[in-house]
């Protein structure tokens, strides 16, 4: 974890709260250091955001790719295993000949309605969508 966002910002903090203490005792009005520390509260605060959200990200896509290569490796590595029959076939043969196609379908149409839904709640989303 990286604390130098968090140790500048407390920074940024101290140094403001000693100039409007300053300003208030002697009168004069205050410079831009509030502006300065708004804007580095905004950047920690969409650091955190980017990281959440790419962990998220990361962690979808590697149980989606496990997903596949269970269907892809497992099903047919341990064919001889799965030989019941499925909708009156081996279901070996029907998961290489069509279940394996669906299931990458459903993989791909839920990576995308997941991705949709995790922009939307990131402030991620495209306005073109």
Not at 48 to 73: D, G, S
């Amino acid at each position: 974890m990286c604390l130098a966002p968090a140790v500048q910002t407390v920074a940024l903090a101290i140094q403001c709260i000693v100039e409007v203490a300053l300003a208030a005792l002697l009168g004069s009005g205050l410079t831009g250091l509030q502006a300065q520390l708004a804007t580095a509260y905004m950047q920690q605060q969409s650091t955190e955001k980017r990281r959440r959200y790419w962990r998220k990200n990361l962690r979808v896509t590697a149980l989606l790719l496990l997903l596949w290569f269970a269907v892809t490796f497992g099903v047919s590595y341990f064919a001889r295993f799965l030989n019941f029959s499925f909708f009156g076939w081996p279901f070996s043969f029907w998961m290489g000949a069509q279940g394996s196609l669906l299931v990458y379908g459903l993989i791909i149409g839920f990576y995308a309605w997941y991705m949709n839904r995790l922009d939307a709640e990131h402030g991620e989303a495209n306005e073109d969508d």
